[in-house]
């Protein structure tokens, strides 16, 4: 099974601050990625798949990179909206895998 | 417009079958590529997928969870209903069904949230 692991667990930032999330998996999965944001209550929200391709009405302040084994999330100019924790998730045919979760917090 | 929603019991006990029905609206589960999954979420913990059906009937479960988990469509009912067995406390969660539309969770439910306590 693939495994996948997201770092760092928190981030402390400030409004308009870049930010940068990095997820990781156990082996290739070439760009079969995904980035969601959940804030507290809420369902999660898409905001990015195939490692870098923007959800409709996503702002684009949010971008994804990556390939392989290793992926970024990033976000510029960061607004109070963002604050929320972020997963990453492998998808396929066959099954889905999310990572830990990232918690963006204010400083 | 798609709409989902979660419904079962909010409480059930060790070793009891939890059964959930998804409900949605706005799409046809005949449709091809168009699934829906479980999803679930123990409380300030992460996003855990659970099972996965497709409009062809094909179905995917959790490997490590497999053994317990059930999936099936009406698709004239547009109804998802996903069995767990065996329920136990650390199964206590939120539960959530997702619209996939070749493999993207583009439309959530606002889930449910079950506890397993006797």
């Known amino acids: 099974d693939i495994q996948m692991t997201q770092s760092p667990s928190t981030l402390s930032a400030s409004v308009g601050d870049r930010v940068t999330i990095t997820c990781r998996a156990s082996?290739?999965?070439?760009?079969?990625l995904a980035w969601y944001q959940q804030k507290p209550g809420k369902a999660p929200k898409l905001l990015i798949y195939k490692a870098s391709t923007l959800q409709s009405g996503v702002p684009s302040r949010f971008s994804g990179s990556g390939s392989g084994t290793v992926f970024s999330l990033a976000i510029s100019g960061l607004q109070s909206d963002d604050f929320a924790t972020y997963y990453c998730q492998h998808y396929n045919s066959d099954s889905w895998t999310f990572g830990p979760g990232t918690r963006v917090q204010i400083k | 417009q798609i709409t989902l929603k979660e419904s079962g019991p909010t409480l059930v006990e060790p070793t009891q079958t939890l059964t959930l029905t998804c409900t949605f609206s706005?799409?046809?589960?005949?449709?091809?590529?168009?699934?829906v999954g479980w999803i679930r979420q123990p409380p300030g913990k992460a996003l855990e997928w659970l099972a996965l059906?497709?409009?062809?009937?094909?179905?995917r479960y959790s490997p490590s969870l497999k053994s317990r988990l059930t999936i099936t469509k009406d698709t004239s009912r547009n109804q998802v209903v996903l069995t767990m067995t065996n329920m136990d406390p650390v199964d206590t969660a939120t539960y959530y069904c997702?619209?996939?539309?070749?493999?993207?969770?583009?439309?959530w439910g606002q889930g449910t949230l079950v506890t397993v306590s006797s």
């Open positions: 997702a619209h996939t539309d070749y493999l993207l969770l583009d439309y």
């Open positions: 706005g799409f046809s589960l005949s449709s091809s590529g168009v699934g």
């Open positions: 059906i497709y409009w062809d009937d094909d179905k």
């Open positions: 082996q290739s999965i070439s760009v079969w």
